[in-house]
């Protein structure tokens, strides 16, 4: 086994520890059911990394505290975080797990300069490739049109900042497009918003353009003003700094020749 | 009379906004609502300080773009009332309590 995984006697992990993006974490709970299912969902992700973010997982709804810097609450169950620890409560089952992970990474990744969107990644020429759209827009159908192994997630794409370049990262977050996780990153080649149509067809954006393209399809809960602040220079370096194109596409895999190479 | 976007105008503090591409767009936190101005908007949101007056703002617009003092006056009360009607600015005295001026 290649990951640090301590086991209870049972068999039972006692965590969970992950790499998503850069942000290493570790899932603590004395309910071994959930653990179990989060080490068999997250496998793809489970990583050994110092500095790991604590995250306590229970079924029982908790009070948040007045220190929290970041509360959110999702059909019965709440997340509540600080700068170096999480609780996710009211966890009935690895769905609400989900829901809770998204919702404290999209604030998580604030200080990374990152954030989560609702997007297809794929890796093609060691460049990440990000279609962003809504539901319906063809995250999907661009992920089945891809070579095998190349996607990175046909629909939460995590986009982050290091060492000055922006990367894409696989996340364990996937829509129809069913596939094992892909926990790698490439350097960012391009943001295309997608426009199904009967032709195949490239043009650049406008920063602002992009910006305005990006806004409503980034995942973000928070409602604290500062956080929005945050996230908002963020997006707009992004924009600034990311070739962004309007990307009119035929359901084939004919599109991949009028991308930028 | 009172003047609809006449006063001291102050933007709203719970707002996220950026310039790009001399367009602002402004994000209300509390309602997941983007908002967008073009460039004279731009110029009229960044010169909005708490401070100055609809006429303060419409003489900058003079010394910037070719336009009559009259003009700018009627374009920035209008965009005032559309800022305020849309809670992107609030009335100075509000935030501080008394008076502007």
């Not at chain 1, 995590?158 to 596939?179: C, K, Q, S, Y």
Request: net charge negative; hydrophobic share 40%; glycine share 6%.
């Amino acid at each position: 086994m290649t990951h640090e995984h301590a086991i209870l006697e049972s068999g039972v992990p006692a965590h969970v520890d992950l790499l998503i993006g850069s942000l290493p974490l570790r899932l603590n709970s004395r309910d071994s059911s959930l653990l179990s299912a989060a080490s068999r969902r997250y496998q793809g992700f489970q990583h050994t990394e110092n500095n790991r973010f604590s995250i306590e997982v229970d079924r029982h709804l908790a009070k948040h505290e007045e220190s929290d810097a970041f509360v959110c609450d999702f059909e019965g169950a709440r997340v509540s975080a600080n700068s170096r620890h999480a609780h996710f409560s009211g966890v009935h089952h690895e769905y609400a797990l989900d829901s809770l992970l998204r919702m404290f990474l999209s604030w998580a990744l604030l200080p990374q300069d990152g954030f989560l969107l609702h997007a297809a990644s794929v890796i093609r020429n060691g460049k990440a490739h990000v279609f962003v759209g809504r539901s319906g827009a063809g995250k999907s159908t661009v992920a089945s049109l891809s070579p095998q192994g190349s996607v990175l997630t046909d629909e939460i794409s995590l986009i982050n900042r290091v060492n000055g370049e922006w990367h894409a990262f696989g996340t364990p977050f996937w829509g129809e497009f069913r596939a094992d996780g892909v926990n790698t990153s490439a350097p960012l080649g391009g943001i295309f918003r997608l426009i199904q149509s009967s032709g195949n067809c490239v043009k650049p954006m406008r920063s602002s353009e992009l910006l305005k393209s990006l806004l409503p399809c980034v995942l973000f809960f928070s409602s604290e003003a500062a956080d929005h602040k945050r996230l908002l220079k963020i997006l707009a370096a992004a924009s600034a700094e990311i070739p962004g194109y309007n990307l009119q596409f035929q359901k084939n895999r004919s599109f991949w020749e009028v991308l930028p190479s | 009379m009172n003047v609809p976007g006449a006063g001291v105008w102050q933007k709203n503090p719970s707002l996220a906004w950026r310039e790009i591409d001399e367009e602002t767009i402004i994000i209300s936190p509390s309602e997941s609502v983007m908002h967008e101005l073009n460039n004279t908007g731009s110029f009229i949101w960044r010169n909005i300080d708490g401070h100055r007056r609809a006429e303060d703002l419409a003489t900058l617009l003079t010394e910037q773009y070719e336009v009559t003092q009259e003009t700018a006056l009627a374009d920035t009360l209008s965009l005032l009332q559309e800022l305020s009607a849309r809670k992107l600015v609030v009335a100075a005295e509000v935030l501080q309590g008394g008076m502007a001026r």
